[in-house]
């Protein structure tokens, strides 16, 4: 069974409205007719305007769009509902409360079992960090911190690295000093495609765009430059 990850830094439907790029790119993965693709907005707490967006946008597409919530739940039958989907998005927002969230509801339990089965994993920022074993979040206004994930991917993630000098220093730090893991740091609009948890592709909505592997070797830190196919 191919097992999917799109992680993206910025960008899709909520950062780039008039780009469908990312979030076309997503849906073709899915490589059927009229896929199920599965909002969950848990990190922005269910943001009604963040939602409803979401679905100006992929009510224009060739699928199925639904999503999921904790603050105002449709169903009680939440694991049978995750496990009809075929595709799940996940939005930016605070991710601390997103893992407490999931955790508490079991939803990561649920989305292991419907990720070991096919189902794409996708998100921006919060819905991108979430996957791997650590992230920097801003979740604590004012800090930069390590948090520990999801874990589906090794190493760690930051997204908006183009955009945020503050994020760019903390995370080069904290990867030199041993706090974080190695991982991968991406600018806005930029996705890292992982399958089967090796990353396959780097893919951008926007030219000039970048990703950085960045990682400690005896002491020393060590940028790999990863330059994303334009889509």
Excluded at 114 to 140: H, N, P, R
Excluded at 167 to 188: F, H, N, P, T
Aim: aromatic share 10%; glycine share 10%; with cysteine.
């Amino acid at each position: 069974m191919k097992r999917q990850i799109i992680a993206m830094g910025g960008g899709g439907f909520s950062m780039e409205p008039d780009n469908p790029l990312l979030d076309d790119y997503i849906l073709a993965q899915a490589d059927k007719p009229q896929p199920k693709v599965c909002f969950i907005g848990t990190a922005s707490g269910d943001s009604e305007r963040y939602i409803s967006n979401f679905y100006e946008a992929f009510r224009q597409k060739d699928c199925q769009p639904a999503h999921l919530s904790l603050f105002q739940g449709h169903t009680n039958k939440i694991e049978d509902f995750v496990m009809e989907q075929d595709v799940f998005y996940v939005g930016g927002g605070n991710t601390r409360n997103l893992l407490v969230l999931w955790k508490e509801w079991g939803l990561d339990r649920m989305l292991r079992k419907a990720y070991d089965k096919g189902t794409i994993m996708a998100g921006i920022s919060a819905g991108s960090i979430c996957w791997f074993e650590q992230g920097l979040t801003d979740s604590v206004p004012l800090q930069l911190n390590k948090l520990d994930c999801l874990g589906f991917l090794k190493g760690s993630n930051t997204p908006h690295f183009d955009g945020e000098a503050e994020r760019q220093e903390s995370y080069r730090g904290k990867v030199q000093s041993g706090e974080m893991l190695g991982g991968i740091a991406c600018d806005d609009s930029v996705g890292l495609h992982f399958i089967n948890e090796e990353l396959v592709k780097v893919i951008s909505s926007v030219p000039g765009k970048l990703a950085r592997h960045i990682e400690c070797r005896e002491g020393q830190l060590k940028e790999t430059l990863l330059s994303p196919i334009y889509l």
